[in-house]
Nanobody, 121 residues
Framework: VQLQASGGGLVQAGGSLRLSCAAS????????MAWYRQAPGKQRELVAI???????NYEDSVKGRFTISRDNAKNTVILQMNSLKPEDTAVYYC????????????????WGQGTLVTVSS
């Protein structure tokens, strides 16, 4: 099982980036999926979360600027980030709280590798 994140990069303040994370490995279902971020010298924090039914929730500082969505058929979660600010600079991590494979194996609290987002002022 793997969570593969992509889409990070360098952008100027006010710009946009789109992060994508795909779960692979004979997946049957993925429960809640989320994006976390960790800025230098700070703790990892939840940015946005989406349930398997499509319900979403956001950290206050990104409300109205970021949109999380998912494609259950592709086991993919997307984070569209608009109006980026320098304080959004961080390593962004994809997370799934439960992944079930077609072979009946459950993986809990599963993390993908991080992708770096840098917003210049």
């Amino acid at each position: 099982v793997q969570l593969q994140a992509s889409g990070g990069g360098l952008v100027q303040a006010g710009g946009s980036l789109r992060l994508s994370c795909a779960a692979s490995g004979n997946i049957l279902s993925v429960n809640r999926m989320a994006w976390y971020r960790q800025a230098p010298g700070k703790q990892r924090e939840l940015v946005a979360i989406v349930t398997s039914g499509g319900e979403t929730n956001y950290e206050d500082s990104v409300k109205g600027r970021f949109t999380i969505s998912r494609d259950n058929a592709k086991n993919t979660v997307i984070l569209q980030m608009n109006s980026l600010k320098p304080e959004d600079t961080a390593v962004y991590y994809c997370h799934a709280d439960r992944i079930v494979t077609k072979g009946g194996i459950w993986w809990n609290d599963y993390w993908g590798q991080g992708t770096l987002v840098t917003v210049s002022s």
